[in-house]
């Protein structure tokens, strides 16, 4: 049975499979090879996972969640209708849908999955990963960083040289700085830094926040879907400057047209506090390795990468241009879907081999004496060791006769143990004795998958484990049994309708937006698209899909450019006769 690979991201989501020799993207019922990372609830309770999930962000608020991918590994629960989803369960909903779609385009049963997470995810985000893969029916074979697929597929498909390279994954939602260092078939990641909360979605935020200051709107006293309607033209306006001078959002709110134009030069001043901190991630990647040479290539990958502002920022970091990889938005899920070729051993792949290293350093506090009150980080795992890593390291009593060490485990890079992420805790019995006679000796290991195991023994023979995933899985077995049956019951919208459906949730959208004629002309749509829906046969379909969608992005374009005429200009006269209209086809 194949190994799928999956590049489950904050904004969209891809499914990958090695075989005949290639890594093949597996599109989705939208004939896409990426899905939207957003989930809604529909009226009959049925979920609706990808792009047309994300036009009901829009339209449907609050029954739909998207960039819960920020939230993994935290007990944030969303509301989506009322009904309270821990981001894991967002998550395997995303994942879910992925696994059907890969089902039917491979024709077989997938149950095995490679799933990629930031680079700079910490313990609790990649138990949280697995969680969502558990929810969904899938076996984790492996957990790989972003950046490592990356690097593995850009080595793998393209000529490089020799040497250390270095991989930026610009995403929506999290910024992840690999250094690489490649010889013939090896592929080594020798440092990595991140930033799990930067990424498009902030570049978004602050072209909103400039746009409710422009026109003294508060951003708190806009209705959610209009709120939702800002960013989505927040983020249109900011792809749209790809290959344009200029792009304009423009809103209506309480009966007004507000306005705002989003050049080169004001989008290269609100991303500055956001490529300061990108700055910073690469300094610290440079520092991370443990030997420094020469970087003779760097590789720009994610979404955010394709910003020419981005592009001018590190240009002057680097005095060199890089180039944006070929595929961008792709190039994770090839390198997922390449490295579940190598975990089902395909052939080919055989002399591919790749190490990966540790982003965090990882210990136990401890004291310097019985008096000691703040507890100090003794590091077991430095930041950068090469995976899988194991350290031991010994522990002493401090008072008499104490009857048992307690060892608190950390993740971070701080001197003090409260100024680190504490995974768990772990304690041995040891026998009476004076101070520091007795001891314990602890054992970290950590996993290919970034995931900690420690094990402590005592002088006294007391030996205990932790596998931290078990434990740290916030559901008990039977929490985690009845949230698989929850997820299991949820009924994805099926894939026959969910063309129509995308079609349908965009027009609701613009009819928000529209008035006058083009709302009845959209009223229209939606009749026509909802008649087919639900009487129509696979031709009257199949015309209406192909009519009605550039219809709509007719209606689109004219809403986002001609704001105040919008009033006065009739698109249904002009387009009369390519008009699709259900008394023609019913
Ligand atoms: P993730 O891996 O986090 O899901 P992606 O790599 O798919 O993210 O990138 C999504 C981000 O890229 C979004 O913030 C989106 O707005 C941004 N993006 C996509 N295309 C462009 C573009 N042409 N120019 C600038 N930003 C873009
Ligand atoms: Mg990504």
Redesign the pocket.
Known sequence: MAIIGI?L?????LACIYRNGAAELIPNGLNSV?TS?AVSIMEDDAVLVGAGAKERLISCPEATAASF?VFMGTQRALSLSGRSFLPEELSALVLRQLLEDARRYLGEDVTEAVISVPAYFNDDQRCATKLAAQLAGLTVKRLIN?PSAAALYYRYSTNSADGQMMII??????LDVSIVECFENIIEIIAIAGDNHL???D??RAIVACFCQENGLSQQALAPGLRSELYRQA?AA??A??DAPSATISLRADGQQYHLTLTHLLLRKLCQPVFDRVRSVIQQAMKNRNHPALINDVVL????S??PVFGDFLEEQFGQRPAVAAN??QI?ALGVGLCAGMKERAEDLQDLVMTDVCPFSLGVATYNSAQDKTPHMAFLIQRSSMLPASHQGNFYTLHDNQQSLRFEIYQGEGYYASENLKLGELEVQVPPGAAGQQYASVTFTYDIDGILHVSAKSSGGDIRERLLLNSRLRFSEEEQQRALERIAQIRLEAQGSQRERLLLEKALRLYQQAIGRQRDALSSLINDIRAQMEFGDLIGRQKMLSQVSPLLDNIEARLQTEPELSDFWGWADESADDNFSADEEL
Do not use: A, M, R, Y
Not at 169 to 174: A, I, L, M, N, R
């Open positions: 590049d991201g904050t904004t969209n989501s990426q990372s991918k972003e994954d610009f995403g929506g939602g999290t990424g498009g979605d570049i978004d983020e900011k792809i400057l790809s990958v994610g979404g955010s394709q910003l961008p938005e994770v």
